[in-house]
């Protein structure tokens, strides 16, 4: 397989390649140049996760000097469990992707990202930067993918304040080969920085640099696995084809789940769940794609007005109508997920995140609107990483995984930055 840039300049190149650079030369996204077809038969026996990304991401390293070296990369990065647990409401469910060390959807991304990495051809002898923008949750699990694995530093950019206190430690507290930043702007501001920075052809002579944003090839792929694996439970258990309402902010999630469907996974409706950050939700209601900046809410992890991974939706549906079909989106402001927190919580004994609520309220729309299929809510994170939302909500503490326990545990520390390039790249000089 090979993969080129969304603004198809600079030709082709191979999947190290991609992921190596992050962003292609041209400033575009990597895709790959085909979707592989599957039929069903191919996952016979595949009941786990590393199992079905093996055989699903195969024809996607196909030629890739790391080719031989996926199994190992999914048994390593993607030995998480994935429940997809039935609600006691008609044909819900819920897929929580929040088992991993930082409790959000994010690590399979990043520990895969990691797993690459470290196999690249050339990855013994110079050190590469990661550089990653987070409004939450990216940072951390790229941290902790990373963390103290030797040739890599990785360089955190957050917006201060912006960030849940929780999460605000967790990107603070790993050190060593981590530094994080807090960045006196939004995320977009961080998401800018970065991006100038992989562009800077000067900084490229002197560093290696990366990113490892949800733009990275390395995080996409390994995301359509829960997806086809989830589906394809379900269509064993039922015959019938499940369809995901998404909770979206840079759409490199949802963007996933339909790479999956288009590879030939039995997978229904995608559904994606904006926040008042209602880019995506407008788009597909029929108004035109109307970037803006983007406003705080509770689901903070989806506080963007540029989704990034939007150049790769429309390279493979150029055409906005037939791009429509493809999808839906709805949204939900502060005051529905808190609303849907308290009364999932009441009804359902289901606790939900912020992000988690606006997929959730998506659904209990379309449901209103007669739609009676089978939908799995992607959980993206534990309710535990924002339990100073929920607790007060529901009126009771949260049960904190061990795993983001430990974590809490240790201390942390952020190095203050204002939004402009020279204070930036004055850190990736000198930090080491
Ligand atoms: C990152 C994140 C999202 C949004 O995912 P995208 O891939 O950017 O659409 C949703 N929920 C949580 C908890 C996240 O961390």
Redesign the pocket.
């Known amino acids: 397989m090979n993969y080129s840039s969304t603004r198809g300049k600079g030709g082709r190149t191979t999947l190290s390649a991609a992921l190596a650079a992050g962003l292609a030369p041209d400033g575009g996204l990597f895709v790959p140049d085909s979707r592989p077809s599957f039929q069903l038969r191919h996952f016979d026996g595949a009941r786990e996760l590393s199992d079905v990304a093996e055989r699903l991401l195969q024809p996607f390293f196909a030629g890739d000097p790391m080719a031989g070296d996926l199994h190992a990369i999914c048994d390593e990065a993607l030995n998480l469990p994935v429940p997809l647990t039935a609600v006691d409401a008609p044909n819900t469910f819920v897929l929580e992707l ?1 088992h991993g060390p930082t409790a ?3 690590d399979f991304g990043a520990r895969f990202l990691a797993a690459c990495m470290a196999c690249l051809p050339d990855a013994a002898h110079a050190t590469r930067t990661v550089l990653v923008a987070t ?4 940072g951390a699990a790229v941290a902790a993918a990373f963390h103290r694995r030797p040739g890599f530093r990785v360089v955190i950019l957050y917006p201060d304040g912006k960030v849940s206190p929780r999460q605000a430690h967790q990107l603070g507290c790993f050190g060593d080969n981590v530094q994080a930043l807090r960045v006196e702007g939004r995320f977009d501001d961080c998401q800018r920085l970065v991006k100038q920075a992989l562009a800077d052809h000067e900084l490229a002579e002197r560093m290696q640099l990366t990113s490892a944003n ?1 733009i990275s090839l390395g995080r996409l792929l390994p ?1 359509m696995s829960y997806y086809a694996l989830a589906a394809l439970q379900h269509w064993r258990d039922t015959g019938r084809k499940l369809g995901f309402v ?10 996933a789940g339909l790479l999956a469907r288009d590879c030939g996974l039995p997978i229904g409706s995608i559904v994606l769940a904006n926040n008042s950050n209602r880019v995506l939700a407008d788009f597909f209601s029929g108004k035109d794609y109307a970037p803006r900046s983007s406003v705080t809410t509770l ?1 903070n ?2 506080d ?1 007005g540029t ?3 939007f150049e790769r939706l429309r390279w493979w549906y150029p055409d906005a109508e037939s791009l429509r079909q493809q999808l839906s989106a709805d949204w939900a402001d502060d005051e529905a997920i808190r609303d849907t927190i308290i009364r999932w919580h009441a009804d359902h004994d289901v606790i939900l ?1 912020p ?2 609520a606006t997929a959730a309220r998506v659904l209990e729309r379309r449901r209103a609107k007669g739609d009676d299929s089978d939908y799995a809510i992607v959980a ?2 534990h309710p535990a ?1 924002f339990n100073s939302v929920v607790e007060p909500l529901i009126g009771r503490t949260v049960d904190t995984p061990p795993a983001l326990q430990a974590l809490l545990d240790r201390p942390a520390h952020a190095d203050p930055m204002p939004a402009d390039y020279p204070a930036f790249t004055h850190v990736l000089h000198t930090f080491l």
Request: aromatic fraction near 6%; glycine fraction near 12%.
């Open positions: 929040f959000a959807f994010k409004s939450g949750d990216t949800s995301q998404v909770p979206t902010g840079n759409l490199g999630n949802a963007l689901a992890a989806m963007g989704p990034s991974n995140c992000h988690t993206t994170a990483k």
